[in-house]
């Protein structure tokens, strides 16, 4: 059932775009916005996957017609209905069903309905995208309540996220911090508007920026409504869903020591494919047993979310894990530290071979200490063929005396951040950066070369694989890309509902 709109008493207020709301703003300091690290959808199913269940549907309800489609149920006078769609879609003049938006204007975000249509899903929650703090509150004759959150992105980007038509004020406060599991408020309408969720992602170009301080723009109020001007709608605004898809959750490099938030248990993300480059798409638990025999500094544990944890496959026990295949992460059973005159060497029993120890702060990455080193070794260690160099451990963070950049260790490669954005963004903290010569980081000592940058794009999660689980449905080990919606359809124009 589509929704209808009465548009008699709004002509007058969508008549000028700049129309002062009733909607309170504030000043945020960039500096206390936390980094929004993964995105997630305000409405529908919590325990969705983003990457596989965000999508278009080609025959919306064999209707003959496309629109982007997301799960969740939810019960409204006692019927259950299953889903979520858009009615009107970004940057659109048309609704999902081919009929004419309000005066042919050009949706500035997404109208995400209920699939029972109607009135059915006046009060279902609505969370909040991200992690951000809010910026602005209040109603507006068009938009309803409102609120809007500014975001940082890990490139140091600032984003707003904009929800509007609630069914009544946020509980929030300007300057209140939010998570993307902060419910934010529920679903209604206006006089103009039957219930819907109305959800813009404004850009920085949109935001006044004054040194560290932030706030909505005089020229762009919260209530800014661009009208017919799909050109600027495409370079102030981005598409809600496609910019979902794309920050889904960050990963972080093979040879990173994580947890979360809520679990004390301490991970080691590791390689899907052993003895490879390969990105990190698997985690094994480090029993707090091993932490001595590991070499295992738990104060340099990485903090990430529960959904880029669940991301990662289990890849077993750690103690039934042939560790041998992760030279750069783990120690080798039967390794050890000793002496030829004022060398030092570690004895590789995996590969039978000494690897000379150029530095003594990569052997120290690794746990070792001088105490670790004997003075002399056994003939058959003496006499082996020499191996490669010890390098740092993967996860080791690395920077020169003279140069500001810093880099982490994976697969035995410095992989330098873009900007201490993402560097901060990633969880990493400058009391772990170990501070080299010039000399070392310019030539690479204890390092076998440079790997790829870690930038505001590569660092988002391209793909998810998970566990596979007997007798569980659906069928899981899958691997699926997070590519956007319109990507799947081409050049397809979806469209909506109302503002």
Not at 312 to 320: C, K, N, Q
Request: with cysteine; hydrophobic share 35%; proline share 5%.
């Amino acid at each position: 059932m589509k929704k209808q709109v009465v548009f008699l008493a709004m002509v007058f207020l969508v008549a000028n775009s700049l129309l002062m709301a009733a909607v309170s703003t504030t000043t945020i300091s960039r500096a206390s916005i936390p980094y929004a690290t993964a995105w997630y959808m305000p409405v529908g199913d919590r325990n969705a996957n983003i990457a596989t269940d965000l999508k278009v549907d080609n025959n919306y309800k064999n209707t003959g017609f496309s629109t982007t489609v997301f799960p969740g149920n939810y019960t409204y006078n006692g019927t259950t209905y299953h889903g979520w769609y858009v009615y009107t879609n970004f940057n659109a003049n048309k609704n999902y069903d081919g009929t004419a938006y309000f005066n042919d204007d050009y949706h500035p975000g997404e109208d995400w309905n209920g699939q029972g249509g109607g009135d059915t899903d006046l009060g279902q929650p609505i969370y909040a995208a991200a992690g951000g703090k809010v910026v602005g509150k209040g109603f507006d004759n068009n938009f309803g309540n409102m609120l809007l959150i500014v975001h940082k992105l890990p490139s140091g980007e600032l984003v707003v996220s904009i929800y509007a038509h609630m069914q009544n004020p946020s509980p929030l406060n300007l300057g209140d911090t939010v998570t993307n599991a902060t419910l934010i408020g529920y679903i209604g309408g206006t006089p103009n508007y039957a219930p819907h969720l109305h959800w813009e992602i404004r850009r920085e170009n949109m935001l006044s920026v004054n040194g560290d301080q932030v706030s909505i723009s005089t020229s762009y109020p919260a209530n800014y409504w661009p009208k017919k001007d799909n050109t600027f709608i495409a370079s102030h605004y981005y598409d809600p869903s496609d910019f979902i898809q794309s920050h889904i959750a960050l990963k972080h490099p093979a040879g990173s020591l994580v947890r979360t938030a809520n679990n004390s248990n301490l991970y080691m993300l590791i390689p899907d494919i052993p003895n490879t480059s390969s990105a990190a798409q698997k985690k094994v638990l480090i029993p707090s047993s091993s932490f001595g025999s590991e070499g295992i500094n738990t104060s340099k544990a990485i903090t990430i979310t529960q959904k880029e944890m669940d991301s990662f496959v289990d890849a077993g026990s750690y103690a039934m894990l042939n560790k041998d295949n992760y030279p750069t992460i783990f120690r080798g059973n039967g390794d050890f530290l000793f002496k030829i005159g004022t060398p030092v060497y570690l004895y590789d029993k995996s590969i039978g071979k000494k690897r000379r120890v150029y530095t003594d702060k990569a052997m120290f990455s690794w746990g070792y200490s001088w105490s670790n080193v004997a003075a002399s070794g056994p003939s058959y260690a003496r006499n082996a063929t020499d191996g490669e160099p010890l390098y740092y451990r993967d996860g080791a963070l690395v920077r020169g005396q003279s140069n500001s950049a810093v880099y982490v260790l994976e697969n035995g490669y410095k992989r330098a951040f873009q900007t201490y954005d993402i560097f901060a963004a990633l969880g990493c903290k400058d009391a772990n950066i170990v501070w080299l010569s010039d000399y070392d980081i310019n030539n690479n000592v204890g390092i076998k070369g440079n790997g790829e940058m870690l930038t505001a794009t590569n660092i988002w999660q391209d793909n998810y694989q998970l566990n596979i689980v007997i007798n569980v449905y659906p069928p899981q080990n899958l691997i699926v890309s997070a590519v956007s919606s319109h990507h799947v359809v081409g050049q397809l124009v979806l469209a909506g509902q109302s503002e």
